[in-house]
């Protein structure tokens, strides 16, 4: 698909890697809807956008929520081509820590935000995409999901955020192929060590010391460099149920 003909909604739009993903369509000439639960971060992002932007509140594991957020996008703009779905948390926990076993509510927290919210935005966008009209690939739109090295090399703590992942990798090829009889492609980019907000808290000689797990580049991945993808995977019609590793070529330790 052109960029240019594209109204995209990206969850996790405020911030980190769903911000360069927005920056990077709208620089394309694509209108985008910024979903997110930072409601300040969001309306001064889509205010800085202009016409072609706007914000919605969203709380991805809510049904009532996302639908309100397809709404507001249909109302705005008329269509949905494209769903880049970036919202997602790590919450790093052992199974078996100093204070027992992980609550059970801490596991399944992880699992429903990156998970079952993912799959919760991609039913109801897609019901969207299903009604355009096909362009001359017989394309109707394009699901982005975002994966992680973790979800293959996950590190000690992370199994819940591994899990999510894993399962996120998973369901790719399944929904690609169901959504083949419709025009709709289904992608997912498993990204590794990148400068987010969450990377950024950590002192500066923590970042030096993960980007030097990277074989090349010799750094942590930049937010625009996925949004650089996210942008290709929707122009290329050939891309379809695949897991694309965008990591410099790293592999996860243990720790």
Known sequence: MKTSDVVAVVTGGASGLGEAT?????????????????????????????????????DVTN???????????????????????????????????????????????????????????????SEQMAKNTPNEEGERGVVINTSSAASTE?????????????????????????????????????????????????PEKVLDSLGQMVPFPNRLGKPDEFGMLARHIVENPMLNGEVIRLDGAIRMQAR
């Open 22 to 58: 927005i920056r990077a369509l709208a620089e394309g000439g694509a209108r985008v809807s910024i979903l997110d639960l930072n409601e300040e971060r969001g309306e001064q992002l889509a205010s800085e956008l202009g016409k072609d932007a706007v914000f919605c509140k969203t």
């Open 63 to 125: 049904e009532a929520s996302v639908q309100a957020a397809i709404d507001k996008t249909m109302g705005a703009f008329g269509a949905i081509h494209a769903d880049i779905n970036c919202a997602g948390i790590g919450d790093p926990c052992k199974i078996l820590g100093k204070e027992g076993p992980i609550p059970l509510a801490t596991f399944n927290r992880v699992v429903q935000i990156n998970l079952i919210g993912t799959v919760n935005v991609i039913r109801l966008a």
């Open 154 to 202: 996950g590190q000690i703590g992370q199994a819940s955020y591994s899990a999510s992942k894993a399962g996120i990798n998973g369901m790719t090829l399944p929904i690609a192929r169901e959504f083949a009889k419709i025009g709709i492609r289904v992608m997912t980019i498993a990204p590794g060590l990148f400068l987010t907000p969450l990377l950024m808290a950590l």
